[in-house]
């Protein structure tokens, strides 16, 4: 994997996390106190920053194969977890991933719960919520950060990666105020599975003592052996799918139909949330 | 105390294993027979955790559109 390679897929995986803490701390913020969710922000911030500090050098004690048997194993469940989220709502299984929706019930679930402060903080659920969000979507951006930096030594880059997503899904969603509706985060969600689940599956296989036969140029052939897999079981869903029976119920001299869920504009696989709202 | 690790564990449940636990449980299982095919068997078993990814994802996805 070039350095190239390396900053893209941490980049694009930690801007996937970005959106999802960006649509929580904006809900949290606007609905309720900003003082308070700045204050649950910092806080899981400072927590996620222990986690750094402990787990870098205690990796460093771990033998090569143990940590990759282990962190590839994770990598390819992590990875597994985002291809069938991604593959369900390309097929119409699972609503796509609606930020705007989701900050509409975060903002309603923030403005119906009681006010009240603790602990030196003026708006608890405001703090709660901030922290909560930002501390799940971090630890994420964390171990996606240390897993692709320590395997590719150059934890530097992967952070750097990391960083600029962050930064720029935070200036775009100061300069926008709103949640980034128009990102077509399950197209990146998919794209990122499949990496995920391509080098977890590459290093778990070596940390339990496997030699992949042309050694790193497996992964030439593993990336797109996954993308291919993952794009022919989508295809598979979306024949049989929701939006197929209702397209097929809608057809001159069909059936009533029976499934209520609107079918979806789009015509490719995972073009639908792209489009503006 | 109890309800604080309760609470704890489901978070990092919910965190490492997701809504499936079949995606971790095959991953592990593929992991497993791997390390002991080839400190075991002598047989350099490159082939099976993608075979197992792929099957885990499959037996996934079917049980969440039959659920």
């Not at chain 1, 509706?181 to 499949?194: C, L, Q, S």
């Not at chain 1, 391509?198 to 992964?219: Q, R």
């Not at chain 1, 001159?252 to 079918?263: I, W």
């Not at chain 2, 965190?15 to 791997?34: E, K, M, P, Q, S």
Request: glycine share 10%; net charge positive.
């Amino acid at each position: 994997m070039n350095s190239a390679a390396l900053f893209l897929t941490v980049f694009v995986a930690c801007a996937v996390e970005a959106v999802e803490a960006l649509t929580i701390v904006l809900a949290a913020g606007l609905a309720r106190d900003w003082r308070s969710t700045f204050q649950g922000m910092a806080a899981a911030l400072v927590v996620l920053a222990a986690v750094v500090a402990a787990a870098g050098p205690a990796l460093t004690l771990f033998p090569l194969a143990v940590l990759r048997l282990v962190v590839g194993g994770l990598l390819a469940v992590f990875g597994l977890m985002w291809l069938r989220k991604a593959i369900l709502r390309a097929s119409g299984y699972k609503d796509l991933h609606d930020e705007a929706g989701i900050y509409e019930r975060q903002v309603a679930a923030a403005r119906a719960a009681s006010a009240g402060g603790r602990y030196g903080v003026r708006d608890w659920y405001a703090f709660t919520l901030s922290f909560k969000g930002v501390l799940l979507e971090g630890l994420e951006v964390v171990f996606i950060v240390i897993t692709f930096g320590e395997n590719q030594g150059n934890l530097g880059l992967a952070a750097l990666g990391a960083a600029a997503a962050v930064l720029v899904i935070a200036g775009v969603g100061v300069a926008a105020r709103a949640p980034l509706a128009r990102v077509p985060e399950n197209t990146m969600k998919f794209a990122v599975g499949v990496m995920l689940t391509s080098f977890g599956t590459f290093w778990g296989a070596e940390g339990a003592g496997v030699h992949w036969p042309g050694n790193d140029a497996a992964l030439l052939v593993v990336i797109p052996a996954i993308a291919l897999v993952c794009l022919g079981y989508t295809t598979l869903l979306r024949r049989t799918g929701p939006q197929a029976q209702t397209e097929v119920a809608g057809a001159p001299g069909a059936a009533p139909a029976t499934v209520t869920r609107p079918a979806s504009p789009a015509s490719g696989p995972f073009t639908s949330e792209e489009m503006p709202r | 105390m109890s309800r604080w690790l309760r609470s704890f564990g489901a978070f990092w449940y919910d965190f490492v294993i997701g809504d499936d636990w079949r995606g971790a449980a095959v991953v592990a299982c593929a992991l497993a027979l791997t390390a002991l095919l080839v400190h075991g068997a002598g047989v350099n078993a490159w082939w099976l955790l993608p075979a197992g990814v792929i099957v885990a994802l499959g037996w996934s996805l079917r049980h969440a559109i039959r659920s």
